[in-house]
């Protein structure tokens, strides 16, 4: 079924200078509107290169991206992106910091009508008391609210989140991932976020899409995620299911990290052999 958003055939060769590592093969994906899949897989299997490519921001090697009809070619303004540190300017406030995107998206509108969006957004995650704070003087919690709160003011087609709530305390992380779908359950965009973390992944997603180990890092798993919506922390962990869905994935990454060191045992045991043979021919 073609989706809203299509990944397909997506590829990544990186040049190194031991020659063309093929870093992502063959991975295809199709998300319907307005759905919340979340990406995992061990550290380094490729998933930044997959939201770098959908965001426009790396260069795609091979097959594409199609978001609502429109293949994609370099970053814009359909796709809003955060990272894990929300790289804003520190010297402007943090209404400043989402009206730049504001005004790139809305640049008919009048001052007043781009505030109202910059500030409505800013109000939702938090910071209605805060609009004229400059960045630097933000917690990294807040700033990272700003990133947020600058990415659903572009109303994109597509949010891409790249570990968004990575370097934040776990009290600030809960609240921001309530925040966030809180805001999602109005505007319903078609979310691809990257988490390393198992419970994050079932709390916040419809879907948990699983990568194998790399190099070559295709999808290698997909768990659909009943959890009934508007979502309630207590009541997803209090699923019957909960922890069966959780050991299903936690058997996906433990089994990548066997076949990981068995490759690698592989490798050194060639390696060895490589060496051996050639100081027999230099003896
Ligand atoms: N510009 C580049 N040139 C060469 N290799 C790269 C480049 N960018 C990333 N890589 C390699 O591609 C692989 C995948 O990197 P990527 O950052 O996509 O992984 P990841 O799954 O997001 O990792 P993590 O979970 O640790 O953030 C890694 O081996 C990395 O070293």
Known sequence: ?????????????????????????DFNLN???????????????????????V????????????????????PGPDRGVVFQSPCLMPWMTAMDNVLLGVNQVYPHGTTSQKRDIAGY??????LGNSLGVRASSLSQGMQQRVGIARAFALKPKMLLLD???GMLDSLTRMELQEILLEILKRDKITTLMITHDVDEALFMSDRVVMMTNGPRARVGKIIDVPFDRPRVRADVLDHPEYYDYRADMIRFL?????????????????????NAQELQQQA
């Open 31 to 53: 998300m319907q509107q307005g759905e919340y899949i979340c990406l995992l897989g061990h550290s380094g299997c490729g998933k930044s290169t997959v939201l770098s490519m």
């Open 121 to 126: 957004y800013l109000t939702l995650v938090g």
């Open 163 to 165: 570990e968004p709530f």
């Open 1 to 25: 079924m073609a989706g809203y958003v299509e990944m397909y055939r997506l590829g990544k060769t990186y040049d190194t200078p031991n020659g063309p590592a093929v870093i992502v093969e």
């Open 254 to 274: 433990e089994d990548q990290d066997h076949k990981k060191l068995k490759a690698d045992a592989e490798k050194l045991e060639a390696l060895k052999a490589k």
């Open 55 to 74: 965001a426009g921001l790396n260069e795609i090697t091979d097959g594409g991206v199609v978001v609502a009809n429109h293949e994609i070619d370099g």
